[in-house]
């Protein structure tokens, strides 16, 4: 059935976008004396923040301990958090323009986060490094008791605070093309030919960053490219004016793309999901609490399993915020029971086929989530091909169909392991923080705004923990090579001890 324009209420709600927030009067002096508060705090909880780890070489040049591909909130997170581990020697990478990474200012459209505005996970225990302190300082607190959810516009402006307040190295506008691991570290290819060599490398790359946005084949085979386009590869959606738009799927990304057509002027907007039912509930908040968040890695592989299989069959809801405000134009339609059953083109026109009837559009948007696939990825390829598998360590009892059994299984330190033990010497050198540790990692705990709280304290525990073992030969003659004195004796002291001709102890 589809939501018809007559079957609204004689009042729905407002079409118009939201009026943006506006900063502070005093927003500059509030920031200013916020950051000299978190520079304080800092220093309060500065014991054994201190560098300690030992520098290594490459061909005779000094190279980073750690190599962080993707400068989003988790790599600025990760790379925070190693440096107040007294790690400092870490490159984070991104392909993106500064203060564009991610995917809050380049194709997301929602109009806020998905998460409570009471998130927390970056902050590292500073309350003053929090978004909640970021947004009252620069908006106020009425504004922040006015929102639910942190707009996703300040939830990117908060990021790039917090970048500046981090102050990491990053090299911005660099495409990792090819990762390369030994039994000494790890070689990076760059898209400009350049090379890069690392102890170790964490991949901080998102959904996408395990596989690939996924346009379905009939889609592909069917259309001419500038017919179709895919929510998260970004579209124009100016150029949607005037026109008839049919979106393919139900879920955030589909209603954020209706909405944006729709502000833009799109004649008319279609929104077909295949279920009977639009989901209504909101699966990520039930995960959200210590046990999982915090321990989820340590569950079964059955129980792992069997959650994946559950997630796989429910729909998540649709942000409430954008969902109301699609369904309140008049030139929407919402279909469910709609699956597209053929697909053609005709006279400049995309002929879609479903169980409600045919439907002609200018242009198709699939909001059709992603195919978590290592292959898919180019600069995996040696990592695809030496990984462990949960294919190769597990069998469910519904038989080997699933394209989960592709997926790497990652250990409880975020690694991937290699298919048989010392087959793949410096595969557990690379860190996996994206979206192809969902399945080890307990689902929705590996990757979202969530898994900030407890998965990057677990990492950055991990990689600690790593490279204090590389150089555990060398504790016991360090602590050797200590003669500084530690105090300065009194007259009477030197003269009891029999020091007055020594030198200071």
């Known amino acids: 059935m589809s939501v018809s324009p007559a079957a609204r209420p004689a009042h729905p709600i407002s079409t118009d976008p939201p ?31 201190q560098p300690w780890v030992i520098g290594q070489q490459y061909a005779g040049q000094d190279i980073p301990d750690v190599v962080i591909i993707g400068a989003g909130q988790s790599g600025l997170g990760l790379g925070h958090m190693l440096k107040r581990r007294g790690i400092t020697n870490v490159l984070l990478l991104d392909r993106n323009p500064a203060g564009y990474e991610g995917v809050w200012d380049t194709y997301a459209r929602n109009h806020e986060i998905r998460s409570p505005k009471g ?21 106020g607190q009425p504004a922040w ?60 790359t998102g959904m996408e960053g395990g596989g690939d946005w996924a346009v379905p084949d009939f889609i592909r085979d069917a259309l001419p490219p500038t017919a179709y386009s895919h929510v998260c590869h970004g579209f124009d959606a100016a150029a949607l004016r005037g026109k008839d738009v049919g979106v393919l799927g139900a879920g955030a990304s589909a209603f954020d793309a209706s909405v944006a057509a729709l ?117 995996l390829q040696h990592i695809a091909a030496a990984a462990l598998r949960w294919g190769d360590v597990f069998q469910p009892s519904a038989g080997r169909d699933s394209t989960r059994l592709r997926q790497p299984l990652i250990d409880a330190d975020y690694r991937f392991q290699p298919r048989a033990p010392g087959s793949a010497p410096g595969l557990t050198r690379v860190y996996t923080f994206n979206s192809l540790a969902m399945a080890s990692m307990g689902g929705l705990s590996a990757v979202s705004i969530s898994s900030h709280r407890y998965g990057l304290p677990r990492l950055a525990d991990a990689m600690t923990k790593a490279l204090f073992l590389d150089q555990e030969h060398l504790l016991i003659p360090m602590l050797e090579q200590i003669d500084t004195p530690c105090m300065t004796l009194s007259p009477y002291a030197r003269e009891v001890l029999g020091l007055n001709d020594a030198p200071d102890v």
């Open 263 to 379: 502000d833009a002027g799109a004649r008319s907007v279609q929104t077909f999901m295949r279920r009977p039912d639009a989901s209504l509930r909101d699966l990520v908040r039930a995960f959200e609490y210590s046990g999982f968040l915090g321990h989820a890695a340590q569950l079964s592989h059955q129980t792992k399993w069997d959650l994946g299989v559950f997630l796989s069959g429910v729909s998540q809801a649709p942000a409430e915020h954008h969902f109301n405000r699609a369904l309140a134009f008049d030139n929407f339609r919402f279909w469910r029971g709609a699956p597209w059953t053929a697909l053609r083109y005709e006279a400049g026109q995309v002929v879609v086929d479903t169980p409600k009837g045919t439907f002609r559009f200018d242009h198709i948007i699939a909001a059709t989530g992603l195919t978590s696939d290592m292959t898919l990825r180019p600069e």
């Open 19 to 49: 009026a943006p927030l506006q900063d502070h009067p005093a927003a500059a002096a509030r920031l200013a004396s916020l950051r000299a508060q978190i520079r304080a705090e800092m220093d309060m909880m500065s014991f054994a923040t």
């Open 145 to 204: 008791d006015a929102i639910t959810r942190v707009p996703r516009v300040q939830w990117m402006e908060y990021l790039r605070w917090y970048r500046a307040i981090a102050d990491l190295q990053i090299r911005n506008d660099v495409t990792v093309t090819d990762i390369a691991f030994d039994a000494d570290g790890v070689s990076l290819t760059t898209a400009d030919g350049g090379a890069i060599r690392s102890r170790y490398v964490v991949l901080a």
């Open 119 to 139: 998130i927390t996970g970056l902050e590292m225990g500073l309350p003053s490094l929090t978004v909640h302190s970021w947004f009252v300082a620069r908006y």
